[in-house]
């Protein structure tokens, strides 16, 4: 009996624990499942023509020539939709005045929405803003600009019993009768034909400025002020992180003071992010004067202050797990208390700390809210290195949540925002990954 | 309880097969005594290890032998609540004095472990670590100190082909002989043993007792054994301690024949211990 029960008990164990590890992976599937197929849409899509004019415009990009006979065709296409237009227009002119009180604001919807579409219309002054000058870039964007044409979005609220829902009424009806009614079969025909969508894979996305906040090019500002932040992050606190280490575990006496210090750096592990953000803030910028404003500099200080604790501790338990026989026998050939440490604890260490130091990496990598008050905005140009010293940076992850929430045009550079997700993702995994090598490869040189 | 001198030790003891060459560093202990804390390990010895003799150290475990031993190069300084009395000479140097350096001495007198413990680095690197802390990277000469300790060791045949590989892949007793070339890089005048061969197989406890023959004469050998065989091979001379005291310091030809007390008669006979 008691033995029966025993094996049930293990046997339970083992089923939870199961259960745990495959609801883990199901939720990473679910999580990854996205990230990833929505973040390759980033680097992945139908490009119209569009697209290939911008980057010749903006990034001397691409064959000119093809590139003007394109734009050629193009307008060419889209010379019969033009002309419906402007005949629309002048019949617009000679309605009864109810009418065209009526059709006016309708049809100038229309034509905005076009202009979303395929850029400023025949006759227009070039407009400031980047994103008014080109029309769509993406075959997928382009689409959803159709169908906002063919339909508009209208309200019903006829039952007041029920919540108002939308409807969708084609555009097409309130012209019934006019030039401008053929206009809508002949756009969703000829679509095609006036954008020329073709798959490409746009790789620049890494390592174009983004142009016009997001609406186009690529992410590299962002890349590089996280390149930066966490690689001074990890100059400063690697260097304080494994020397604390080193004291607390072979030279502080044990005593009141130092079991005190090590509660403080475990509550200091525990602190919330934001707080280290808000602290960075109030000491290195308003206090120390590091920097004018926010700068690279206050934000990797800031960073650097989040995981120290991580280092120390990693650092601490891999120093404390070496082999007191090593010590002992370094020590016994005449090795000062630091020789010792430089030549036999830390290389014996070294594949524990190097844990440390790089799952502190990815987490600096990460972190947003120790940035926001210290080191990121929203939009910016790639930073020289010595201006890290006194510039802010945009940053992957305070863009993504910038992107998600406060950027104007929200649904139309989803794109953009996944691919940001997906960059900071394998920027994390490649880093672990790297730290596993690393360590598989000096562990495997120690134990020869 | 007796108290050896010297002079009767000397006259005891064979006498050295190899010169003195003017070191005559030897260790000598008076009324020396070690403490955990309250609890005093090792009482009021007082004893002369000779110089260029092999002198072994024997008693059951706990009556202080490691600690006595240990304390010759200071490597109980670093246990907390440690401290000690009387007085420990090396070389006329009181080895608790506040003007030695602890550095200097452990050069000067070598130590091999229970364990081997050689660092997770190459042979060489092993070998060379000491010397090079002393030295500093002097490449050529340092090949050749290299192989001299091996060679002294006994290890340089089998190891002369891969002296980079990593240490830890040579066998148990490899890597004693190890420890002991690496301690000897540094030309020590004492070698202190602390039962290098308890973590070993028989084949490999007969090749480091050799040794330590062949190492006799050339440097003060002090050895801490549980083994009474051992002792009685390999060693000029035999302290016995139990529980702290000295019980008995004398030839160890003499001690394992006819011993003076009661109590090493009863040690050795395995009565108790």
Avoid at chain 1, 109 to 133: H, I, T
Avoid at chain 1, 249 to 274: H, M, N, W, Y
Avoid at chain 1, 388 to 400: G, K, R, S, V
Wanted: hydrophobic share 45%.
């Amino acid at each position: 009996m008691k033995l029966r029960s025993r094996k049930l008990l293990d046997r339970s164990l083992t089923g939870v624990s199961v259960m745990a590890i495959v609801l883990m992976a199901l939720a990473l599937l679910v999580l990854l499942g996205p990230i990833f197929s929505r973040g390759a849409a980033a680097f992945f899509f139908r490009a119209t023509s569009e697209f290939r004019r911008i980057n010749l415009e903006q990034f001397n990009r691409g064959d000119s020539r093809r590139i003007a006979a394109e734009s050629q065709a193009v307008a060419e296409a889209r010379q019969p939709l033009y002309g419906m237009l402007d005949d629309f227009a002048a019949e617009l002119e000679d309605m009864d005045p109810a009418r065209r009180r009526e059709l006016r604001p309708q049809f100038k919807e229309v034509r905005d929405l076009l202009r979303e579409l395929l850029g400023p219309l025949p006759g227009e002054m070039d407009a400031v803003m980047l994103r008014q000058q080109y029309g769509q870039t993406r075959w997928e964007r382009a689409q959803v600009t159709l169908q906002r044409i063919l339909f508009s979005e209208q309200w019903d609220y006829s039952d007041p019993s029920r919540m108002g829902s939308k409807v969708l009424v084609p555009r097409r009806q309130a012209f019934v009768g006019t030039q401008l009614e053929p206009l809508f079969p002949h756009l969703q025909q000829n679509l095609k034909s006036m954008l020329r969508p073709r798959f490409t894979f746009y790789w620049r996305f890494l390592s174009d400025r983004s142009l016009d906040s997001h609406f186009f090019g690529g992410i590299w500002p962002e890349i590089l002020g996280t390149f930066y932040l966490t690689l001074g992050a990890m100059l400063l606190a690697i260097p304080f992180g494994v020397i604390a280490a080193i004291y607390l575990s072979e030279f502080a006496a044990a005593g009141r003071l130092v079991s005190l210090l090590r509660v403080c750096i475990s509550t200091l592990a525990g602190v919330p992010s934001i707080v280290f953000g808000l602290f960075g803030l109030a000491f290195f910028i308003n206090t120390l004067h590091l920097s004018h404003s926010k700068s690279v500099l206050a934000g990797s200080a800031t960073l650097a202050l989040l995981i120290l604790p991580t280092i120390i501790r990693a650092a601490e338990e891999a120093l404390k797990s070496v082999p007191h026989a090593y010590k002992e026998a370094a020590l016994s050939l005449g090795a000062s208390p630091l020789r010792m440490v430089l030549t036999v604890l830390l290389p014996a260490a070294l594949p524990g700390i190097l844990t440390g130091i790089i799952i502190s990496m990815g987490r600096a990598a990460g972190e947003t809210a120790p940035i926001i008050f210290t080191a990121a905005v929203s939009v910016g140009r790639p930073l020289k290195l010595w201006e890290t010293l006194n510039q802010p940076t945009p940053a992957l992850p305070w863009n993504i949540y910038n992107l998600a929430t406060e950027h104007q045009a929200v649904d139309q550079i989803r794109h953009v925002q996944f691919g940001m997700v997906l960059t900071l993702v394998l920027l994390v995994l490649l880093l672990n990954l790297a730290a596993i090598v690393i360590r598989a490869r000096v562990s495997r040189k120690m134990r020869g | 309880m007796i108290q050896p001198t010297l002079a009767n030790i000397r006259a005891a003891a064979e006498p050295a097969t190899a010169d003195y060459g003017g070191r005559q560093a030897h260790v000598a202990c008076d009324r020396f005594s070690f403490f955990y804390g309250d609890n005093q390990a090792v009482r009021n010895v007082t004893l002369d290890f000779p110089s260029f003799q092999v002198t072994a150290i024997i008693g059951p475990s706990g009556c202080g032998k490691s600690t006595l031993l240990r304390s010759i190069n200071r490597m109980n300084d670093l246990i907390p609540g440690g401290r000690t009395g009387g007085r420990l000479v090396f070389d006329g140097q009181d080895v608790y004095g506040p003007r030695l350096d602890v550095v200097t001495l452990r050069r000067r007198i070598g130590m091999v472990f229970q364990k081997p413990n050689p660092f997770p680095k190459s042979i060489f690197n092993n070998v060379a670590y000491g010397r090079r802390l002393h030295d500093g990277p002097d490449k050529g000469r340092l090949q050749e100190i290299v192989e001299a300790s091996l060679q002294r060791a006994g290890l340089w045949d089998e190891v002369k082909d891969r002296l980079d590989d990593n240490a830890l892949s040579l066998s148990g007793g490899q890597q004693q002989r190890l420890c002991i070339a690496r301690a000897l890089a540094v030309d020590p005048e004492v070698l202190l043993m602390d039962e290098p061969t308890s973590a070993l197989d028989p084949r490999a406890t007969a090749r480091i007792e050799d040794l330590i023959a062949e190492l006799r004469g050339r440097y003060t050998i002090i050895i801490v054994t549980h083994n009474m065989q051992q002792a009685a091979r390999v060693s000029d001379l035999t302290a016995f301690l139990y529980e702290g005291d000295l019980i008995e310091y004398g030839a160890t030809a003499q001690m394992f024949t006819q011993p003076r007390q009661k109590r090493t008669e009863d040690y050795m006979t395995g009565r108790f211990g």
